[in-house]
């Protein structure tokens, strides 16, 4: 039978506070309840980063439960098995002594065992005439089940965790593989655009991941990743839409762009045979669809116009172009510069090149004058706004963490 009583450490090994939890934990066991012992072992093993435990310290374990008889850890019945170091060696695939007594110790530091040393420090048991176990002295293996829900939970987390950062890993590799090859094929084909430099970008990119990366390193890459294959793939549809407009008129541009012949205003008399008519003025891409940047990577870029939402945060579009309307106002930008703006670029595009400016809002002289030049830069196929979001997120100290 288990006496209950907390026992200290023989010789030298200290006694601490955690020692006595574990002690009074492990006889606090529900009444009757049982455990099959290899099944808390695989949760233990599989919650091994949780407990901060190396392999040598799980065939240990194994080890020391191959000595309890009973596939079944039960409460009420006496947990503790008594092997000595010569026989848990051997069973641990010959550890060394050293070794061993070390990773004893770690077991026990993670509270996966519980020491109930005799006078001596020997490990042994006593037992009354008919045969029953009176007392033992040796490792308790109580924590194993009071702890066996937990374990089982934490070898779950530890599992997601694990499926999560796999698939986060392969859906990088994908995204890296699409703009090495998007990126070959259009340098290959002679399709216009600054490749170049998008590929230092793609560059970039790749030299940043760590030799062992963390699952917010693959989630910080991959989003800037999927980032750069959209403005890819908007650039090689944009000349393809050129192309359709017009065979003769070939556009070079430098920037990624959506192609969108239609223009959102023309102001011109109402019959193109008035006196004073003016000829249609060309027509020309603009903005690339915002749908190609997530409200949360934008918000990331740009955190600021966050205080400007309604209660101070923002938590869908419509609240993003109300927060730009109260940033309007402040920065001194009239309201036919930004009526302009939104007629070519769009009014979510729009607002997203506001919250941008308002970022670096100390290095510009004349916000107004900026974003009519940026508005006549994107009338003419040459601004996007891409580059800008992901030049903000660079100078931010790199991709912040997802959320």
């Known amino acids: 039978m288990q006496s209950g009583n907390v026992t200290t450490p023989f010789g030298r090994r200290p006694m601490t506070l955690a020692l006595v939890r574990r002690q009074v934990a492990s006889v606090e066991i529900t009444p009757n309840k049982s455990a099959d012992k290899w099944k808390v ?6 919650a091994r980063p949780l407990l901060g435990l190396q392999d040598r310290a799980l065939a240990v374990l194994d080890a020391l439960l191959s000595f309890y008889p009973e596939t079944d850890l039960r409460q009420g019945k006496s947990l503790i098995v008594f092997p000595s170091n ?3 060696s051997i069973r641990a695939h010959g550890i060394a002594g050293a070794t061993l007594r070390r990773h004893l110790a770690a077991l026990v530091d993670a ?8 006078a001596n420090g020997k490990r042994y048991v006593r037992k009354d005439r008919s045969g029953e176990v009176e007392d033992a002295f040796g490792f308790d293996l109580a924590p194993l089940l009071a702890r066996s829900e937990e374990l089982a939970q934490m070898a779950q987390q530890v599992a997601a965790e694990r ?4 698939r986060t890993k392969e859906a990088l590799t994908i995204r890296r593989r699409d703009a090495r090859k998007l990126i070959s094929a259009a340098i290959e084909e002679g399709a216009s655009g600054d490749w170049g430099k998008i590929e230092a970008v793609y560059l970039a990119l790749v030299a ?5 990366p963390s699952i917010h390193d693959l989630k910080a890459l991959l989003e800037e990743m999927e980032l750069l294959c959209a403005e890819i793939v908007n650039q090689l549809e ?18 990624i762009q959506n192609s969108n012949p239609e223009s959102p205003n023309e102001f011109e008399p109402s019959s193109r045979k008035e006196l004073g008519a003016k000829p249609e003025p060309e027509k020309r891409p603009t903005a690339e669809p915002l749908k190609a940047f997530p409200l949360a990577m934008v918000l990331r870029a740009c955190p600021e116009i966050g205080l400007y939402g309604q209660s101070g945060e923002i938590s869908n579009w419509r609240d993003f172009m109300a927060a730009a309307v109260v940033v309007r106002s402040m920065l001194g930008i009239s309201p036919s510069a930004y009526q302009d703006a939104c007629d070519v670029m769009g009014p979510e595009n729009a607002a997203v090149a506001l919250a941008c400016m308002l970022e670096r809002a100390g290095h510009i002289n004349s916000a107004g004058g900026y974003l009519r030049d940026l508005t006549s830069k994107a009338r ?5 706004l891409g580059p800008m979001l992901m ?4 100078g931010a100290g790199g991709m912040r963490n997802a959320g």
Do not use: W, Y
């Open 163 to 166: 499926t999560l950062f796999r």
């Open 238 to 255: 944009d000349q393809q839409n050129s192309q359709n407009m017009s065979s003769n008129d070939a556009r070079f541009e430098r920037h």
């Open 380 to 384: 003419r196929g040459e601004f996007s």
């Open 208 to 212: 940043r991941m760590p030799r062992s």
């Open 111 to 118: 509270g996966l065992i519980v020491r109930k040393d005799s």
């Open 41 to 46: 072992f695989r949760d233990a093993c599989e």
């Open 86 to 88: 010569t026989q848990l």
């Open 391 to 394: 030049a903000l997120l660079r």
